[in-house]
């Protein structure tokens, strides 16, 4: 069991920068998969980025170049660092692990950004 919560959401203007944190509850090194999803209103759930235990990323088009997700094992914390942030970055995002094939998720944090 991995309980993800999320934390660094707010509301920003286009063009600045969030980072978002997510603390879990055990440790990161045996997480197979952490990463962030994000939701917009009336769309689906969709990858931001993923990172492996072996520190190889996946990340969306959309953001690359952009984002940059990173963790530290040391303190079980997952980080993703959105920089020069557009009104189409507008999504509750979510933490979220993948450990001996089970899927986990966090709560959730708002993130909004203003034109």
């Known amino acids: 069991q991995v309980q993800l919560v999320e934390s660094g959401g707010g509301l920003v203007q286009a063009g600045e920068s969030l980072r978002l944190s997510c603390a879990a509850s055990?440790?990161?090194?045996?997480?197979?998969?952490m990463g962030w999803y994000r939701q917009a209103p009336g769309k689906q759930r969709e990858l931001v980025a993923i990172?492996?235990?072996?520190?190889?990323?996946i990340s969306a088009d959309s953001v690359k170049g952009r984002f940059t997700i990173s963790r530290d094992n040391a303190k079980n914390m997952v980080y993703l660092q959105m920089n020069s942030l557009k009104p189409e970055d507008t999504a509750i995002y979510y933490c979220?692990?993948?450990?001996?094939?089970?899927?986990?998720w966090g709560q959730g944090t708002q993130v909004t950004v203003s034109s």
């Open positions: 055990r440790f990161i090194f045996s997480i197979d998969i």
């Open positions: 990172i492996r235990r072996g520190d190889s990323v």
């Open positions: 979220y692990a993948q450990a001996r094939g089970f899927d986990y």
